[in-house]
């Protein structure tokens, strides 16, 4: 969905290595979404933003921080990579006035740790 | 607690047969029910949802699914596939009051011509 823009799309680094993958949404949603996507596992979340001051952990928060710097961008750190932080990460957004909540997701980023 | 199950990891149909992607699911009140696909190096696209109503949902690409409460089940399915219909598709669902929304592993759909 080009409303909700991921980068970088790829990217290879070391261990121990801090790295930040960005977010960027126009749907104009308060509610943003960080997943990660495993072979076999589906989508796991890291963490979740109901707004600019509300985050939140999921279920897999472990070795990850976010920012939150406005209503259109959350951002993922990796403090210190490691190897098994090797997938594709998701971004998402849902509009919390939508009875349902439908999430829509952007392009991803595929992160390979070494 | 809510969970959903993708029972096939693969499935297989020569295009122009019908195709059916399994999803069973199980919320501890009542469900919100999503399906989406994704294409190779491409993200999740969403595909149709169940909210209330009518248990046959139809969405995007023709593509249904049947919402059976009896069953917990809800199941994607496209009356005449088509190559291009070739991509991994999950099921999700979300219990109504949860902001959780929670995936299947996944069901990998190959269309042979």
């Known amino acids: 969905d080009a409303d909700v823009t991921q980068t970088p799309r790829n990217r290879i680094t070391k261990t121990g290595k801090r790295i930040m993958l960005e977010c960027s949404q126009t749907?104009?949603?308060?509610?943003m979404y960080w997943y990660r996507q495993d072979p076999g596992l589906g989508l796991r979340l890291i963490y979740y933003?109901?707004?600019?001051?509300?985050?939140n952990k999921g279920e897999i928060s472990d070795g990850y921080s976010v920012s939150r710097q406005a209503q259109a961008k959350f951002s993922l750190s990796l403090e210190s990579a490691i190897p098994n932080q090797t997938a594709l990460y998701f971004c998402?957004?849902?509009?919390?006035?939508?009875?349902?909540?439908?999430?829509?997701f952007g392009p991803g980023t595929r992160l390979l740790v070494l | 607690a809510q969970s959903v199950a993708q029972p096939e990891d693969q499935v297989n149909v020569a295009e122009g047969n019908p195709l059916t992607v399994k999803c069973t699911y199980s919320?501890?009140?009542?469900?919100?029910l999503f399906w989406y696909v994704q294409y190779p190096n491409r993200g999740l696209q969403f595909l149709l949802k169940y909210i209330t109503g009518d248990n046959l949902v139809k969405g995007s690409y023709g593509f249904e699914a049947e919402f059976n409460k009896s069953q917990t089940s809800f199941h994607l399915k496209k009356p005449s596939a088509l190559v291009s219909d070739s991509a991994l598709y999950f099921c999700?669902?979300?219990?109504?009051?949860?902001?959780?929304?929670?995936f299947g592993a996944g069901t990998t759909v190959t269309v042979r011509a």
């Open positions: 998402a957004t849902s509009d919390f006035t939508e009875s349902q909540e439908t999430q829509y």
């Open positions: 919320v501890s009140g009542n469900p919100y």
């Open positions: 999700a669902v979300r219990d109504i009051g949860d902001y959780k929304l929670s």
């Open positions: 933003s109901f707004d600019v001051k509300d985050i």
């Open positions: 749907k104009g949603h308060d509610r």
